[in-house]
T-cell receptor, first 113, second 113 residues
Framework: DSGVTQTPKHLITATGQRVTLRCSPRSGDLSVYWYQQSLDQGLQFLIQ???????AKGNILERFSAQQFPDLHSELNLSSLELGDSALYFCASSVSESSYEQYFGPGTRLTVT | GENVEQHPSTLSVQEGDSAVIKCTYSDSASNYFPWYKQELGKRPQLIID?????GEKKDQRIAVTLNKTAKHFSLHITETQPEDSAVYFC????????????FGSGTKLNVKP
């Protein structure tokens, strides 16, 4: 157990809908990262937050947005969902924005029907 | 942008043999190279990492080597065991003002008993 928690574990929704995925970092970690892993695909970095501020952006679609709250938990919002958004979404945390070690949560499996 | 290529995509070895997975990267500013192990349906777990100021690092049966000039790094697993069977991802990360994260496409390792 990495200490990073994600909810929900599974999410099934229809195209066009909007969902929110939640992540709580390890105690003491200030940085949160979001990744998307499609079926049989590698990890795609989406976005990083540090202490409430956006720090880096990867291949994140405009339909997706994220934020990190004062208590350091983070939410990833996915809107106007498409079939291709079905994937595992992982969050990871690290101690600081420049910490080299990231610890992954168990992931949220999103299925868009 | 950065491109991390990982080979092979699948690797099958006999228990007790060694396994080698190779990655190449294009961004010469990349300075941190972690390796993750992901078992089916589970989260990626950091198994070993190396920084750009080090050429080799070993942890029991696992070792990583880095050749900065050639921009490639490799994961070596010796005395493989069935529980080593998983997908392994390499990554090249550039920690500057804005962090850049790039993952390889993964190698599915199968260790046959």
């Amino acid at each position: 157990d990495s200490g990073v928690t994600q909810t929900p574990k599974h999410l099934i929704t229809a195209t066009g809908q909007r969902v929110t995925l939640r992540c709580s970092p390890r105690s003491g970690d200030l940085s949160v990262y979001w990744y998307q892993q499609s079926l049989d695909q590698g990890l795609q970095f989406l976005i990083q937050y540090y202490n409430g501020e956006e720090r880096a952006k990867g291949n994140i679609l405009e339909r997706f947005s994220a934020q990190q709250f004062p208590d350091l938990h983070s939410e990833l919002n996915l809107s106007s969902l498409e079939l291709g958004d079905s994937a595992l979404y992982f969050c990871a945390s690290s101690v600081s924005e420049s910490s080299y070690e990231q610890y992954f949560g168990p992931g949220t499996r999103l299925t868009v029907t | 942008g950065e491109n991390v290529e990982q080979h092979p995509s699948t690797l099958s070895v006999q228990e007790g043999d060694s396994a080698v997975i190779k990655c190449t990267y294009s961004d010469s500013a990349s300075n941190y190279f972690p390796w993750y192990k992901q078992e089916l349906g589970k989260r990626p777990q950091l198994i070993i990492d190396i920084r750009s100021n080090v050429g080799e690092k070993k942890d029991q049966r696992i070792a990583v080597t880095l050749n900065k000039t050639a921009k490639h790094f490799s994961l070596h697993i010796t005395e493989t065991q069935p529980e080593d069977s998983a997908v392994y991802f390499c990554a090249a990360i550039r920690y500057l003002n804005f962090n850049k994260f790039y993952f390889g496409s993964g190698t599915k390792l199968n260790v046959k008993p």
